[in-house]
């Protein structure tokens, strides 16, 4: 069960750390991918918040697998973690981290989705016109989704604007199933 309240002091002590420490941006990195694997190697999530699994058997695999690819501080939480039984706070943590950390530099992630690569200039555009409308510095997350089949969605704190033949065809869909 994740415990929202433990989970952001860990988030605050990462922060303080890579404030400290002058690593904000290699953390981000570092823990943006790490949320990347969580999100596409369910296998190891499995095994990372299993009870069955043996603590020095966890942490032999993270020293292995994570051990020189990620910041020291990263690898340490995890560590941190598996000590204290509290595996299954790790994503909300690493989200919590971001974006406290992005809180602090007064800049916002902006994920664009698009079925295709998107020019450089036509990403600086969108982020402009969100750096105007939240005063903050923002950075884009490009993320290849075919489904979408054409056009764009961009999402950024709560605000979501989908311009996606996709969802074009579902609202289609939707206003015929209403008559």
Known sequence: MINSDVAIQYANALCQL???????????KDSKELLEVLDEDKEFVTFYTSRNITKESKKDVIDKVFGK????????????????NDEKNLPYILE???????EIDNKIEVKIYTPFAIDEKDVDAILNKIENKTLKKAYANVIIDTSLIGGIKVE?????YNNSIKNKIDLIKNNIRKK
Do not use: M
């Open 156 to 160: 950024y704190n709560d605000v979501v």
């Open 69 to 84: 690819k990620i910041n020291d501080y990263l690898v340490n939480l995890l560590l941190y973690l598996v000590d204290n």
């Open 96 to 102: 919590k981290f971001n974006s406290t950390i992005n």
């Open 18 to 28: 890579a404030v400290e420490s002058k690593k904000e941006d290699e953390i981000v």
